[in-house]
C-alpha cells in the first residue's frame, strides 16, 4: 500500500510551473464566474482538470513551432504567452485584446499560434505547416490539440495520411477526456485512438499521469523524434472537471465524482500543501485583480487593416 501511494504522489514542482498551472485554473473560474453574472457575452469552453496537458508541454516546444488549438483552449495560449490580460480582454471586448475583440473564446492568432472552434478543422491546415516547417525551417514542428470527440471529423484521418506518407514534423495531442460534448466516448467511437493511429503508421504514446515533470521526462525523447520528421500522437487520458461550455453538464454524478478525485488541484495541495497554499493565494489575488483592471478598460475597437 505504501509503494502504491507514493507511486501516486505529485512530484513537486518548480514555483513558476505551479503558478502557471494555478493560473489556467484560476482564470476559468473567473471566467465562469463572470459568466453566471451575466457580465460576459457568448459562450466559453474551460479546461478545468486538464490544465497539466499544455503545462506539460510547455517547455518542449519553442517559439518557432506552431500552436494550433481548439475551443477549448484558454489553457494552451496561457501556456504559450502567458497573457491572461490580453486573453480575457480579447473575451471580454475590451482594450487591449489579443484580436480587437473579434476573436473571443475560441478563436485566436497571435504569432504562430491558432485556435479555432470548429471541430477538426486544425489538423489539415497543422499538416500544411508542417509540411512547410519540414521544408523551409527543419527542427520546427507542427503541434495541434484536439479532443477524443474530433476523432470523428475526417480531416483527422486526411491529415494523419498526408503526415505519415510525408513523414511530417506533425505533434497531434488528443486530451481524451472520455465524453464528447454530452456522449460518452465509448458510445461514439469504435475501436481505439491507438489503433487508428496505426493504421496509418503513426505512433501512439498514452498518457496516464497528471505529474508534470513525470509526463515532461517521457516526451522530451519523443518530441525531439518529431522534430526529426516523424509524427506523433500522443494521448492523454484526462477528465473534464467542468460542463461542457458554460453550465450544460449531463454527466451522471459518478463520472463528475470520478473526474474530481483525479484532480490535480486537490491532489498537489494533499502532497505539497505549504507551496500550493502559499502560491495559490497569490495566484488568486492576481486573477481578481486581472479582471478588475481589464473590466475597467473602454470597449475594444476593431478596424480592418
Known sequence: MTETLDRLRLSRLGDDDLELLLLVRHFELKLLELYGRGELNGTTHTC??????????????????????????????????????????????????????????????????????VQGESLPVAAGV?????????GALACVYIGDGTWGEGAVYEALNLASLWRLP???????????????????MAGSIAGRAAAFGVKHHLVVSTDVNEIRTSLEPLVTEVRDCRPL???????????????????????VQAARDND???????????????????VRAEVQAIADEVAARPLSRWEES
Open 170 to 188: 506533425l505533434l497531434v495531442v488528443v486530451e481524451n477526456n472520455g465524453i464528447a460534448q454530452s456522449t460518452p466516448t465509448t458510445s461514439q
Open 48 to 117: 478545468l482538470g486538464q490544465e497539466y496537458v499544455p503545462v506539460s508541454l510547455r517547455p518542449l516546444l519553442g517559439e518557432h513551432d506552431h500552436i494550433f488549438s481548439n475551443h477549448r483552449g484558454h489553457g494552451h495560449y496561457l501556456a504559450r504567452f502567458a497573457d491572461p490580460h490580453g486573453l480575457l480582454a480579447e473575451i471580454m471586448g475590451r482594450e487591449g485584446a489579443v484580436c480587437g475583440g473579434v476573436g473571443g473564446s475560441q478563436h485566436i492568432h497571435r504569432d504562430r499560434y491558432l485556435s479555432t472552434g
Open 264 to 282: 490535480w488541484y486537490v491532489r498537489y495541495a494533499n502532497d505539497h500543501p505549504d507551496q500550493f497554499h502559499r502560491l495559490d493565494r497569490l
Open 130 to 138: 508542417a509540411l512547410h516547417l519540414k521544408r523551409a525551417e527543419p
Open 233 to 255: 500522437v500522443v494521448e492523454f487520458v484526462t477528465h473534464r472537471l467542468g460542463p461542457h461550455s458554460k453550465g450544460d453538464d449531463i454527466r451522471p454524478a459518478d463520472a
